[in-house]
């Protein structure tokens, strides 16, 4: 069971560059995030998808976009990359965004951009 | 928007003496109070949580009170050891969608 699995651990990238980072659940939640975490300002979300076939933004969303591929997996991928957006990416999941429970993490990509 | 205010940022305390971290939040109708513990390189992971229903929750060396009225809730760790030492988090939530995460606290226990 190895919970909630995220890919790539580390990325470089120039500004402008494009990717795409995977993240996978094994644990049947119906509700995947991604946030962001930078130095004093904490976990802040990006995108959600509450259910297979949904996605809504969060806070922060500008510069990203997200694709949940099915109930297992959730995607998120800068288009065009700038310096703003080096951080460490968190995805997590929960059995129903609509009910108050534990996150379960995956265990972070640290991005940079040059 | 929504807010959660989280105190201190860095707390530095001798191993066996007891760290308290307070927040508050804005928003009235949060209903669940969850700690996360971020060890360095690592993921959050849940430590202690505690529903609108109850004011207090204790778990051996951790417990959480919540003031609802005042919108306050802290954690408390007693008799600290050098594997406390970490990232506290703490949030308010309505549901996994409006989660407002603090900015966290850098506990340091010395030994």
């Not at chain 1, 990359?81 to 993490?105: H, I, K, M, N």
């Amino acid at each position: 069971n190895a919970g909630v699995t995220q890919t790539p651990k580390f990325q470089v990238l120039k500004t402008g560059q494009s990717m795409t980072l995977q993240c996978a659940q094994d644990m049947n939640h119906n509700s995947m995030y991604w946030y962001r975490q930078d130095p004093g300002m904490g976990l802040r979300l990006i995108y959600y998808s509450a259910s297979e076939g949904t996605t809504d933004k969060g806070e922060v969303p500008n510069g990203y976009n997200v694709s949940r591929l099915n109930k297992r997996e959730f995607s998120l991928r800068l288009e065009s990359a700038a310096p703003s957006q080096t951080s460490v990416y968190f995805c997590a999941s929960d059995r129903s965004g609509s009910l108050s429970g534990e996150l379960f993490f995956g265990e972070g990509s640290r991005l940079t951009v040059l | 928007g929504e807010n959660v205010e989280q105190h201190p940022s860095t707390l530095s305390v001798q191993e066996g003496d007891s760290a308290v971290i307070k927040c508050t939040y804005s928003d009235s109708a949060s209903n669940y109070f969850p700690w996360y513990k971020q060890e360095l390189g690592k993921r959050p992971q849940l430590i202690i949580d505690i529903r609108s229903n109850v004011g207090e929750k204790k778990d051996q060396r951790i417990a959480v009170t919540l003031n609802k009225t005042a919108k306050h809730f802290s954690l408390h760790i007693t008799e600290t050891q050098p594997e406390d030492s970490a990232v506290y988090f703490c949030a308010a939530s309505t549901g996994g969608f409006k989660t407002i995460f603090g900015a966290g606290t850098r506990l340091f226990v010395k030994a």
